[in-house]
């Protein structure tokens, strides 16, 4: 493995990529509050498989840059140029909740072709309560001093970025409505973000949604690493 960084302008982000270049690439994106050392066992799964995984920490957190302000299209346009510089095709995105929805904006609006997308408890049209309510337990877990956040810049998770994520809701409904590529969904059985209208609304969505669940609570990633390998690496077999 290696520790990569990636400039998008004169932001840094810091990348591990294992696996040789020029064959397919499976691309990490985190959710919210983590960063990219939370995908390290599951990225080992997949590179016994013959697969190059790229594992980014996103703008405001772990070890890449930090912003004065943080909106969505930033964070859009960082995937871009990491996808850019780190991945060959075909490229398969796997996202966990804000992660997810870059995912789904960086594939359905054909940003990155993506041959398949994997997303980790996270709907195509949430309920924007539930979302603030995630947000709301990270910024009381930070504001406890809860060491996993210690690496989360503040701004990022008290400031505008979820109000800006959740503006255009539609958003999120048209790219997905434009994959025409597998995507997997694995959902979190003790999470309340995607229930069984957000599920059917997915389906709705995406008719060639498989969906899955997990015994993990909203970030599936950490607490179910094994579930989340073995189901990927079939997922990937597939394609």
């Known amino acids: 493995m290696s520790r990569v960084t990636v400039f998008n302008a004169d932001m840094a982000l810091a990348a591990d990529v294992q696996g040789p270049s020029g064959v397919g690439t499976v691309l990490f994106l985190h959710a919210g509050g983590e960063n990219r050392l939370v995908w390290q066992p599951i990225a080992d799964a997949v590179c016994s498989q013959g697969w190059r995984t790229v594992a980014v920490d996103l703008r405001g957190h772990g ?49 990155a072709p993506a041959a398949g997308l994997v997303l ?16 709301n337990k990270l910024v009381a877990a930070q504001s406890r001093g809860a060491a996993a ?4 810049d503040p701004v990022m998770l008290q400031g505008a970025f979820v109000e800006d994520v959740l503006a255009d809701l539609d958003r999120w409904r048209g790219a997905a409505r434009r994959l025409r590529v597998p995507v997997m969904l694995i959902a979190g059985q003790r ?7 957000e599920l059917a609304a ?5 008719p060639q ?3 899955i669940s997990v015994p993990a609570g909203h970030l599936v990633a950490r607490d179910c690493p094994r579930d989340v390998a073995a189901h990927l690496t079939r997922f990937l077999a597939k394609l």
């Open 63 to 111: 070890d890449s840059g930090r912003a004065p302000t943080y909106r969505l299209d930033d964070f859009v346009a960082d995937v871009v140029k990491v996808r850019d510089e780190l991945c060959a095709q075909p490229l398969v995105i796997v996202g966990g909740s804000m992660g997810a929805v870059l995912g789904l904006i960086v594939a359905g609006e054909g940003h």
């Open 202 to 206: 997915m389906k709705e969505d995406l």
């Open 209 to 211: 949604l498989e969906a």
């Open 120 to 135: 980790l408890d996270t709907p195509t049209r949430p309920q924007p309560a539930i979302a603030r309510g995630e947000r």
């Open 191 to 197: 999470s309340a973000v995607v229930g069984a209208r």
């Open 149 to 152: 956040l210690a690496q989360v």
